[in-house]
């Protein structure tokens, strides 16, 4: 075997529309110039278009306000050809379209097409630093939740899995633990249709799968009344354990997730007997959480010898100088060198499309392991 394996951690690659999509009964609409509408355009010719429509308008209806109307006719042909439940409307800056009101704007396309109405900016020139500019939306994890209003809670015992942008894989443990002892599961992108989308609402927990999304269970606290509690452990089997715990508490049923712990534990042991005498490289590649990944496989013997990260944050530079103090000589790298495989973009796009469904929980953890795993077998094969 090479003397280091190199291994790309598994994930999916973050996309506004996409993430949008999971919202049943969603159209999107994105109004502005061409110029600034055309990126957006090219990729929705291979993702959701049948979910996302494009208005260009000219430099002189921005001069001269013709937009509006024509914004609010875009949303009325929209909401007659696709009977939409929802809608939100997308613009690409602030200084595309400068000077409009989007309260008022939204408001007179529900008063027209008779269904909520959103706005969402994207690609935002204040964005950049030194930029002081007033956002004028919410963020894409708690738009996600807006549509929801508040209700009666539930009768029976239900909870919903709040943070996981394309749904939540089957398999997962948390999932089984939940429905084995009496309570409903929902969750965004299993929704069938708006009003079970709706029904979210009456929930009695939301339980938050990754910590960016904490804002969310915030949101949706303050919006709905609705208490929230995180199960991500951020690759930390023990701090997962303890987690799983507190949503036992809370909800008032055994949640025992002793088992999926320690097979873990045995299989992270396995795995690092397998390769002794051989480093492994990990490519972050689309992980959200590729650095407390390291932290947890050195922590269990496995022999990293550094780690290249797609994504690099204050967060991840505090994370670095954790783990380098801890393990010295490991290395943390950027892979903004990293060149595509011809045609690799348009295959990403294409799979952004229908994005698989993530795990969480434990599941999570084994998800990693199989990637090592596999990656050890082709080599010894």
Not at 81 to 105: F, K, V
Not at 192 to 203: I, N, P, Q
Not at 267 to 287: F, I
Request: with cysteine; aromatic share 8%.
């Amino acid at each position: 075997m090479k003397n280091e394996l190199t291994v790309r951690l598994p994930g999916v690659p973050p996309a506004i529309f996409p993430t949008l999509a999971g919202i049943p009964g969603l159209q999107m609409l994105f109004v502005g110039p061409f110029s600034c509408t055309r990126h957006g355009l090219y990729t929705s010719i291979l993702q959701l278009r049948e979910q996302l429509s494009f208005l260009c308008v000219s430099e002189a209806d921005v001069v001269t306000g013709l937009y509006l109307d024509k914004t609010i006719q875009a949303a009325r042909e929209i909401a007659a050809e696709r009977t939409p439940s929802c809608m939100i409307l997308i613009t690409c800056c602030q200084n595309a379209l400068i000077g409009t009101d989007y309260a008022d704007l939204t408001a007179r396309m529900e008063e027209a097409v008779h269904i909520p109405v959103r706005y969402l900016e994207v690609n935002r020139l204040n964005l950049y630093a030194g930029r002081k500019a007033e956002t004028m939306n919410l963020p894409t994890e708690l738009l996600r939740y807006d549509f929801l209003v508040p209700a009666p809670k539930s009768p029976e015992p239900s909870v919903n899995l709040i943070g996981s942008p394309y749904g939540v894989d089957g398999g997962c443990e948390l999932i089984s633990l939940l429905e084995s002892n009496g309570v409903t599961v929902r969750e965004l992108c299993a929704c069938g249709d708006f009003k079970e989308y709706l029904k979210m609402a009456s929930a009695h927990l939301n339980i938050v799968l990754h910590r960016k999304y904490d804002s969310a269970g915030e949101f949706l606290k303050k919006k709905l009344g609705t208490p929230w509690l995180p199960l991500y452990g951020d690759y930390d089997p023990e701090l997962l354990a303890a987690q799983y715990g507190g949503l036992a508490r809370a909800l008032g049923v055994p949640l025992d997730a002793g088992a999926y712990e320690s097979a873990l534990e045995e299989r992270t042991g396995v795995l690092a007997k397998s390769l002794s005498g051989q480093s492994v490289y990990l490519e972050g590649g689309d992980s959200e959480s590729p650095l407390e990944v390291c932290r947890w496989l050195l922590s269990r013997g496995v022999n990293l010898s550094g780690v290249a990260l797609h994504n690099f944050s204050t967060v991840a530079q505090e994370a670095e100088r954790a783990l380098r103090e801890a393990w010295p000589g490991f290395r943390v790298e950027q892979d903004i060198y990293r060149l595509s495989e011809p045609g690799e973009d348009i295959r990403r796009l294409r799979e952004l499309k229908r994005p698989l469904p993530q795990p969480a929980g434990f599941q999570a953890l084994h998800r990693v392991l199989d990637a090592l795993e596999n990656a050890v077998g082709e080599v010894k094969a």
